[in-house]
């Protein structure tokens, strides 16, 4: 017993450390993962990557991993506050949970850029699920995971465990939001409670695309209700947010010149009805050239224009 017992003591702490929540894709330095400064407020410099990533009609070569819950693109970001989305600065920013680390505290930023076949599978399996009709491969992520990080100021143990997947196939772009343990919301400087890292202006959850009209603020953003994201999700998955970025499509359809048109629904885009569009299951619109049948007339709908049977029109 004397001998054993301290092995199944040392087994049981690596065993600790490595069970990590299923929700999150594997990271650390197993990975090959690397960490950002410890630095209270601090950044990575510019990481190049080496696909693209589109994030909103943009395309982006390089990204900054910021300790405080944000991965951005242009700039680093030093903000501990976080202030709601749209940012008036137009930044763009993936925050999967914006709000005032402090890793000198307590836990590690990790970052890598990967073209592991077994991550790109997981991705493009839990792709496939949310979105059955993209048939989506996924050939780059970038793995952003804020490993049991502490807050600004803080006089507790607590931690929050939470990560951002930037993935691509060169064309489509998603960002995929996974949070484990979430214990507080908010730094001292942002009028937390130092004893328990709640109450002031809570973390905010979410992305802001820079240009004012797209953007997305997890519900409970800058509220308490914040610290339950874990149970909250948009995909049918506790823990996980999943966004296509590459363009504005929401869900159900597509956008056509700022407005929303059904799957399937059709419309021609121009005054002498010439050209027919649709939108496509793949939230894409099309547009052919198709004139109207012989008996109908061209005549302007809300925004659009539709072949209809004219008024007086006899048969
Ligand atoms: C749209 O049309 C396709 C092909 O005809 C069909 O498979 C699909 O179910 C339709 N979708 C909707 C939402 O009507």
């Excluded at 330095?29 to 410890?38: K, N």
């Excluded at 909103?56 to 951005?72: D, E, P, Q, R, T």
């Excluded at 600004?152 to 998603?174: D, E, H, I, P």
Aim: hydrophobic residues 35%; proline residues 7%.
């Amino acid at each position: 017993m004397k001998t054993i017992l301290p092995l199944l003591l040392v087994a049981t702490a690596c065993l600790g450390d490595l069970a990590t929540d299923p929700i999150l894709y594997p990271y650390g330095p197993s990975e090959g993962d690397r960490i950002t400064p410890r630095k209270d407020d601090g950044a990575t410099s510019a990481i190049p990557i080496s696909t693209p990533f589109v994030f909103f009609g943009k395309k982006h070569n390089s990204l900054y991993v910021n300790n405080n819950g944000v991965i951005s693109f242009g700039v680093a970001v030093s903000k501990y506050t976080p202030d709601a989305f749209p940012l008036t600065d137009g930044s763009p920013f993936v925050a999967p949970y914006w709000g005032d680390v402090n890793n000198q505290i307590a836990g590690k930023v990790y970052y890598r850029e990967s073209k592991d076949p077994n991550l790109l599978d997981r991705i493009s399996k839990d792709m496939k699920e949310y979105y059955p009709n993209f048939n989506y491969r996924a050939t780059w992520a970038f793995v952003a995971t804020w490993d049991k990080v502490a807050y600004f100021g803080s006089r507790s143990k607590k931690t929050n465990t939470f990560q951002a997947v930037l993935t691509s196939n060169g064309k489509l772009a998603f960002i995929i939001l996974n949070y484990g343990p979430i214990t507080w919301t908010t730094g001292k400087a942002s009028g937390g409670d130092p004893l328990t890292g709640l109450g002031g202006i809570p973390a905010q959850a979410g992305f802001n695309s820079g240009d004012k009209t797209h953007y997305f603020n997890i519900p409970g953003s800058r509220t308490p209700d914040i610290v339950n994201i874990k149970k909250t999700s948009n995909v049918n998955t506790p823990g996980r947010w999943v966004f296509e970025v590459d363009r504005f499509r929401p869900a159900g359809g597509c956008v056509y010149e700022a407005n929303f048109v059904r799957y399937n629904e059709t419309f021609w885009k121009d005054p002498t009805c010439e050209m027919k569009c649709k939108c496509n299951m793949d939230g894409d619109v099309e547009c052919e050239e198709e004139w109207c049948s012989s008996n109908l007339l061209c005549q302007s709908s809300t925004w659009h224009y539709t072949c209809r049977i004219g008024i007086g029109q006899c048969f």
